[in-house]
C-alpha cells in the first residue's frame, strides 16, 4: 500500500517553479483536495497570470488560462454557465491585489459561488521580482530599491481583512506552508473553501503565505524563517470570515 | 408617398410616445416606418423630439431634418422647427404652450390649446394625442380606425381605461375646430 | 408571435434575436446608446434560463464572457465605444483562444469620453485593431432594425462555425430607432465544441484553454494556423448589398446607419439624372472587396460616406486598387449627414469626374 503518491488530479509532469518555491506545494494541497472530494471530473480551474501561469498543464482538470487579475471574472462567467461545476482560480498577489482587486472584490460582493486560492508571497515573481501590493514596508525589491516607502508607495493591502467586510464573502481564512502542522492547517482550508461552494453558500477565499526565495535573494530555509518572523506579523493567520460557524 | 413627421416638445409631454403611436399605426397599415428619438441628457426634462417616417418604400435616412409635418408642444421646438418644415407641408401646435405666431404662409399651420383641453377633460398628460386627433383629420395620413386599433394594441387590456381615454384625446383633437 | 411585425429598437430587437439564438450568457455594463441590450436582457434571461449579470466593469463583462464561451455555450457582451475599448484586452485573448462569442458595439462619437450621439469612428477598432496581438474578428454591420436582429443570429452561428469572435458594428442611430422587425425561429446550434472546458467526467484528457506560448516557434504556428483559418473566411463570409451598380457611373458606399441615408441620396441622383449606386458592404471583416472590384471597369469615381473622419476608406481604396478616384464625405462629433448633404457631393463628383 502506497503511503504517499502524487495526487491524482496532479499531472505526471515537471514543473517550473525555483527551487524553494511553495508553489508546488500548494498545487499538490489543491490536487489532494479535488482528490479526496472525486470532484476532478467536475472541476474547472482558471490560472491567472503570474508564476502560475502554466499551471494549467499541472492541474489535471479542465483548465482555462485568464488574461491578468481577470481570473474571478471568468470564473464567474464559468459558474455561471455551469453551476454545477466545481470552479477554482488560483491567483498571485499581483495579479489579485493589484491589477484584479475590482474583479476580486465584486465576485465576493456578489458571492460569487467560487473558490480562490490566493498566494500571498510580498513580490511579483514572473516579472523578476518588482514591489506586489503586499509588499512589507521596508522590504527591497527591484522598484523598491531602498525598501517600501509607504510615503511614496503606500502600504501593504491585507486582503482576507478586506474581504472579510463583504456580505457575500462567505469563508475567508489566511493560512501558511512553512512548516508541517501549517501545511495541514492549509489543506484543511482549502478543503473547507471547496466545500462551502459545494454547499453553495458563497464566495471562499484562502489566501496562503508563501516565499519567493529566487526574487527574496534568500535561501529557501532563510524564505521560511522571513514569513514566520516578516509575513505573519503583518498577515496574521486565521479564520477572517466563516458563515457556516455563524449560527 | 413618404411622411416625415417631427414631434417636439418637454421631456414629460409623451413626445416620444406620441411619435410611437404614429409608427404603430402605420405598420398596423402594413407600411414602412421608423421611429428615432433623441436620446440622452434631453429626455430629462429639456427639450425632447423624435422623428417618424411612414412610406410605402423601404426608408432611407430615419433622420427627419425637413418635416412635412411637425408636432411642436413647447415655445424652443416652435422657434427650432418651424422653418424647417416644407412648403405644403403642417404644422400642429400647442397653443397653450407656444405664444409665436407663426408667420409662414406656405404651410399649413394648425394651432389647438391641446393642454387646456387636456386639462379641461380631465386627460392630462393627453394634449400629445389631443394633437394627434387633429392630425388625422387634417392630414388623413392615418385612419380613425387605424389610431384605434393601434391604441388598442399598444395599451395593456388590463388598463381599459387608458384606452378609453387615449381615444377621448384622439375625438377632441379631431373635432377641435379653431 | 413568430412571424408578427413587432415595432422594436434595435437594441431591444438584437437582444431578443440573440436570446432565440440561443444566448444562454450575457454580461453587460451600462453605457448610453446601448443601454436596452442590458435592460432588456435583464428581464428576458430569468425568464428563459439565461444568465444575465450586470458586471462591475466593461473588462470584468468581456472576461465574463470569455469563461462562459470557454464553457462552451453561447456568450454575448454589448457595449459602446469607450466600453469597447476596455473590452479590447479580453477579446484579443478570445480570438487567442479561438473562442466562439459576440461583442456588440453600438458606436457612439470619440476620441475619449467624446459624445454620445451615433457615430462610425470605430471601424479601424473593429476591423484592425479589437486589440493586441494578430488577429481578427468577424464584424456585420446591419443597416435596419431587421438587420440586427438577423445578423445577431448570423454572428452567434459564424462565430461557432470558424471559432473566433464575431462583432456587431452598429450605432446610435439603429440601436436607438425603432422599425418593424419579424423574428425567425429559434435557431438550434448543433456544432460540437468537444474542445470546452466543461469538467473532463474523467473521461478524456483536460482541456485547456489558452493563448500563452511560451515558445516563439509554437505561437508563431498557432498563428499561421489561425490565418489559414481567416483565409477560409475571407473566401466564403463576405457579404454586401448592391443598389443601382450595374449602369453606375458614381458609386456611394456607407455602412449601417450612412447606407440608409446613402440609400435616399442615391435615389434622388438618379431623379436628377445622374447615374449612381450604391455597395454596402454587411460584413466589415472580411471586406466584400469583390463587390467593389466587379465595378472597377464600369464605374469612374467612387464616394465614400461614413460617420466618421474615414475609416472605411481605406478598404475602399484597396477594393478598387486605387483606379478610380475615391472620395470621401464624413460627419463626425455625433453629427449625421443628410441626403442632401450628400447629393451635393454626388453632383460635385458628377460635375468634376464625368466629363
Known amino acids: 500500500m502506497a503511503i504517499y503518491q502524487k495526487p491524482h488530479a496532479l499531472e505526471d509532469v515537471s514543473m517550473h517553479f525555483c527551487p524553494g518555491c511553495t508553489h508546488g506545494i500548494v498545487h499538490r494541497l489543491v490536487c489532494e483536495v479535488i482528490d479526496e472530494m472525486g470532484i476532478e471530473g467536475d472541476t474547472i480551474g482558471i490560472c491567472p497570470v503570474g508564476c502560475s501561469v502554466v499551471s494549467y498543464d499541472y492541474f489535471g482538470c479542465d483548465m482555462i488560462e485568464a488574461a491578468h487579475g481577470r481570473a474571478p471574472a471568468v470564473a464567474t462567467g464559468v459558474k455561471r454557465s455551469r453551476p454545477d461545476k466545481f470552479v477554482f482560480t488560483y491567483q498571485g498577489d499581483g495579479d489579485l491585489a493589484a491589477i484584479g482587486t475590482c474583479e476580486t472584490v465584486h465576485a465576493a460582493t456578489r458571492g460569487e459561488n467560487i473558490t480562490i486560492i490566493f498566494i500571498n508571497n510580498t513580490i511579483y515573481g514572473m516579472t523578476g521580482g518588482q514591489m506586489a501590493p503586499t509588499t512589507l514596508p521596508g522590504q527591497v525589491t527591484q522598484t523598491t530599491p531602498f525598501g517600501r ?12 481583512e478586506m474581504l472579510s467586510t463583504l456580505t457575500g464573502t462567505a469563508y475567508a481564512e489566511r493560512v501558511a506552508v512553512d512548516s508541517p502542522a501549517h501545511i495541514n492547517a492549509a489543506k484543511k482550508a482549502i478543503r473547507k473553501g471547496f466545500e462551502v461552494q459545494k454547499n453553495e453558500q458563497g464566495f471562499s477565499i484562502i489566501e496562503v503565505l508563501s516565499t519567493c526565495p529566487t526574487n527574496w535573494g534568500m535561501t529557501p530555509l532563510e524564505s521560511m524563517e522571513r514569513l514566520r518572523t516578516e509575513m505573519i506579523p503583518y498577515y496574521p493567520l486565521g479564520v477572517y470570515k466563516d458563515i457556516t460557524a455563524e449560527k | 408617398m413618404t411622411s416625415e413627421i417631427a414631434l417636439a416638445g418637454f421631456g414629460g409631454q409623451g413626445i416620444l410616445f406620441a411619435g410611437k403611436v404614429l409608427a404603430y399605426c402605420g405598420m398596423l397599415a402594413d407600411r414602412e416606418v421608423s421611429w428615432l428619438p433623441c436620446y440622452g441628457p434631453e ?3 429639456g427639450t425632447c423630439n423624435c422623428s417618424v417616417c411612414l412610406s410605402d418604400d423601404p426608408i432611407g435616412s430615419p433622420v427627419v431634418n425637413d418635416p412635412d409635418i411637425l408636432i411642436a408642444m413647447n415655445e424652443p421646438s416652435f422657434v427650432k422647427f418651424i422653418d424647417k418644415v416644407k412648403a405644403g407641408g403642417y404644422a400642429f401646435i400647442d397653443s397653450t404652450l407656444v405664444d409665436s405666431e407663426c408667420t409662414r404662409t406656405d404651410i399649413k399651420v394648425f394651432k389647438v390649446p391641446a393642454t387646456k383641453l387636456a386639462a379641461d377633460n380631465d386627460l392630462q398628460g393627453g394634449a400629445n394625442i389631443i394633437l394627434i386627433g387633429k392630425l388625422i383629420k387634417e392630414t388623413g395620413i392615418i385612419s380613425m380606425d387605424g389610431i384605434e386599433a393601434t391604441i388598442r394594441k399598444m395599451v395593456p387590456a388590463k388598463k381599459a381605461q387608458l384606452i378609453e ?3 377621448r384625446a384622439i375625438r377632441l383633437g379631431y373635432e377641435y375646430a379653431e | 408571435m413568430a412571424n408578427e411585425r413587432m415595432l422594436m429598437k434595435g437594441n431591444e430587437a438584437l437582444a431578443e434575436a440573440a436570446v432565440r439564438a440561443g444566448c444562454k450568457c450575457y454580461f453587460g455594463y451600462p453605457i448610453t446608446p446601448q443601454t436596452e441590450i442590458a435592460a432588456y436582457m435583464s428581464k428576458r434571461m430569468p425568464k428563459c434560463g439565461g444568465v444575465f449579470l450586470q458586471a462591475e466593469s466593461e473588462i470584468a463583462a468581456i472576461n465574463m464572457v470569455y469563461g462562459a464561451a470557454a464553457t462552451g455555450v453561447r456568450a454575448m457582451t454589448s457595449s459602446s465605444s469607450p466600453g469597447v475599448s476596455l473590452k479590447s ?7 487567442g483562444c479561438d473562442l466562439p462569442c459576440v461583442i456588440v458595439n453600438v458606436q457612439r462619437a470619440g476620441p475619449g469620453l467624446g459624445g454620445i450621439q451615433p457615430a462610425q469612428n470605430d471601424y479601424y477598432l473593429a476591423t484592425r485593431a479589437a486589440g493586441h496581438g494578430d488577429f481578427f474578428l468577424i464584424v456585420y454591420a ?7 436582429a438577423d445578423y445577431v443570429v448570423k454572428a452567434f452561428d459564424m462565430a461557432d462555425k470558424y471559432r473566433m469572435p464575431a462583432m456587431i458594428l452598429t450605432d446610435g442611430v439603429l440601436g436607438q430607432m425603432m422599425e418593424p422587425v419579424v423574428f425567425s425561429d429559434p435557431s438550434d446550434s448543433t456544432v460540437n465544441k468537444d474542445w ?6 474523467n473521461e478524456r484528457k483536460h482541456n485547456i484553454i489558452n493563448s500563452l506560448y511560451l515558445q516563439p516557434e509554437e505561437l508563431e504556428k498557432s498563428n499561421i494556423a489561425r490565418y489559414k483559418k481567416y483565409d477560409i473566411v475571407k473566401a466564403e463570409l ?18 449601417g446607419a450612412s447606407a440608409r441615408i446613402v440609400r435616399s441620396a442615391v435615389n434622388a441622383a438618379r431623379a436628377e439624372g445622374i447615374k449612381a449606386g450604391m455597395i454596402r458592404p454587411i460584413t466589415l471583416w472580411p471586406f466584400p472587396a469583390e463587390a467593389y472590384a466587379k465595378t472597377v471597369d464600369t464605374c469612374k469615381a467612387y464616394l465614400c460616406v461614413e460617420l466618421s473622419m474615414g475609416q472605411m476608406i481605406d478598404d475602399v481604396k484597396l477594393a478598387t486598387s486605387c483606379r478610380r478616384p475615391v472620395r470621401f464625405f464624413g460627419r463626425t462629433g455625433g453629427v449625421i449627414h443628410t441626403p442632401a448633404e450628400i447629393l451635393e457631393q454626388i453632383r460635385t463628383i458628377a460635375k468634376e469626374e464625368l466629363k
Do not use: F
Open chain 1, 149 to 160: 516607502d509607504p510615503k511614496v508607495a503606500g502600504y501593504p493591502v491585507r486582503i482576507c
Open chain 3, 89 to 95: 484586452e479580453g477579446i484579443s485573448y478570445a480570438a
Open chain 2, 43 to 45: 429626455m430629462r426634462g
Open chain 3, 238 to 255: 463576405p457579404e454586401a448589398e448592391s443598389y443601382l451598380t450595374e449602369d453606375a457611373d458614381i458609386i456611394v458606399t456607407g455602412y
Open chain 2, 165 to 167: 381615454n387615449n381615444m
Open chain 3, 142 to 148: 446591419p443597416s435596419s432594425v431587421q438587420e440586427m
Open chain 3, 196 to 201: 470546452a472546458a466543461t469538467g473532463h467526467k
